[in-house]
């Protein structure tokens, strides 16, 4: 399966605060992308990062790549209760065609008013 | 607004009768694409369309079909419907099929199996 892993898979934190999730995959990667999904809603499209970037932000997302372990994480700074949802890391192998994309287990992060 | 059409948003089935889901973009985009979402699960790529071309993941099941009748438009048909299939279909699309485009997701469809 080429599907990733995320940790944690559920993360509660107060509003305000900064939440970390983290996403691990088994095969090299052209890229990498995070989504969100609201409860039993479509997914939208976050930040994407190449495989030749070690990090890249957008307003209050933060994301690392580092691909010799294989793993990447967002970091949400000073969240807000808009931001409950999931997350997911989605890959895209190297030498695929098809702009194919393998969705990681999902964060379901929760942040407190 | 340019989007991603579902239809419909929930449907239920039974055990054995054939169902089809539908989706719709009116962002001209190249690649279309079904996922397979389990309650709590990731989504699972089942095929994609690149223009006509059709691309099925080795573990998608044969039950599982699809059309794409022209650009706008992509069927997903499942044939025999067991309790097992009983998921969230999320429609996606792509502007083109080289790494690094972004994917447009639909709202879902979410199947019920009696």
């Known amino acids: 399966s080429q599907q990733g892993e995320e940790d944690p898979q559920a993360l509660s934190i107060q509003e305000g605060e900064n939440a970390t999730m983290n996403c691990s995959y088994k095969?090299?990667?052209?890229?990498l992308q995070w989504y969100r999904q609201n409860s039993g809603r479509g997914l939208v499209h976050l930040i994407l990062i190449r495989s030749n970037e070690r990090e890249k932000h957008s307003g209050r997302l933060r994301v690392t790549l580092d691909t010799s372990k294989k793993s990447s994480s967002l970091l949400i700074t000073a969240s807000r209760a808009a931001d409950t949802a999931s997350y997911f890391c989605?890959?895209?192998?190297?030498?695929?065609?098809?702009?194919?994309?393998?969705f990681g287990t999902g964060t379901s992060l929760t942040v407190i008013p | 607004d340019a989007m991603v059409i579902q239809n419909p948003r929930y449907q239920v089935t039974q055990f054995g009768k054939p169902v089809t889901l539908s989706c719709s973009q009116t962002?001209?985009?190249?690649?279309m694409y079904w996922y397979q979402q389990k309650s709590s699960q990731a989504p699972k790529l089942l095929f994609h369309?690149?223009?006509?071309?059709?691309?099925n993941e080795a573990d998608t099941p044969d039950n599982f079909q699809s059309r794409r009748p022209n650009t706008s438009f992509c069927f997903l048909d499942i044939r025999s419907p067991g309790l097992g299939d009983a998921a969230m279909y999320l429609c996606?699309?792509?502007?083109?099929?080289?790494?690094?485009?972004?994917?447009?997701f639909g709202p879902g469809t979410r199947l019920t199996v009696t």
């Open positions: 369309y690149y223009d006509k071309d059709f691309n």
């Open positions: 095969t090299s990667i052209n890229n």
């Open positions: 962002l001209n985009h190249n690649v």
């Open positions: 996606a699309t792509s502007r083109d099929q080289v790494p690094g485009y972004e994917q447009y």
């Open positions: 989605a890959t895209a192998p190297s030498g695929v065609t098809g702009n194919q994309f393998y």
